[in-house]
């Protein structure tokens, strides 16, 4: 209405020029703005509580600044967890707790796109897909003792590799394959990692579809959502 507000909160900054493109082509009442996240804190302090928040991509936390600005009686819809899959919950507050209600297993896309842009044998991002897909195999089949320790072990260690190794192209050499950090770890537990690689490989190619994305067609969605009530 007249009275209301909608702020669209985008990390990346393509997707928040694509999105103001978008809007431009409609009118609207009330106010609409689209802010990238590191306005969120101005946002807290200038703002009225919101009474829901809706979260389109995965993320494992919600940030201090969202929890501040959502008000008596309000909640959060997304989906927390890992790249590999989340629960999609509905985090409603009640004074100074929060009672989640779930809704069920999802798989998003990363809350930022910048995410899904880093290469396959990013120490970090490899590791983080290990350890969502290791919380998710364990809860449907059982994996020894030992092997969980090993794949823990390999988490850490890909963790503790820095940020800024060098990334592998289709020019790279055969010894700048071999030599690469990632490689030469992977390879040196290959013993015990070889048999359960192609069901990790499994999940580490699951790519996620972006509809309403800069590239779709511009009537490639169709339909809407019914409100959300609190």
């Keep these: 209405g007249p009275d209301g507000a909608v702020t669209v909160v985008e990390p ?41 928040v809706l ?9 201090p600044e969202v929890e501040n600005l959502v008000g008596e009686g309000g909640f959060v ?12 919950l509905k985090r409603e507050r009640q004074g100074d707790d929060w009672f989640d209600t779930d809704l069920g297993g999802v798989v998003f896309g990363p809350m930022d796109l910048g995410e899904a842009e880093r290469s396959p044998l ?20 059982e994996i020894e003792d030992e092997t969980i320790g090993r794949i823990e072990g390999l988490i850490s260690s890909l ?32 013993d015990w990692l070889g048999p359960m690689w192609p069901l990790f490989g499994d999940f580490l190619s699951v790519e996620i579809d972006s509809p309403g994305s800069p590239g779709e ?4 969605m169709a339909g809407g959502h019914e409100d959300l009530i609190p």
């Design 122 to 141: 990013d120490p970090q991002n490899l590791a983080e897909h290990l350890e969502d897909i290791l919380g998710l195999i364990s809860e449907l089949i």
């Design 55 to 63: 979260i389109t991509g995965s993320i494992r936390n919600l940030l």
């Design 12 to 52: 990346h900054p393509e997707v928040r020029h694509h999105t103001n493109d978008r809007l431009d082509l409609y009118d609207s009442n009330g106010e609409l703005r689209v802010i990238p996240i590191d306005c969120l804190e101005g946002l807290v302090e200038e703002s009225r509580p919101v009474d829901r």
């Design 159 to 190: 963790k503790e590799l820095p940020r800024d190794i060098p990334d592998l192209d289709e020019e790279s050499t055969e010894d700048e394959i071999m030599e690469h950090p990632v490689i030469e770890l992977l390879l040196m537990e290959m």
């Design 217 to 220: 067609d511009e009537y490639g």
């Design 77 to 88: 819809l997304g989906p927390f967890g890992g790249p590999v899959h989340q629960r999609l």
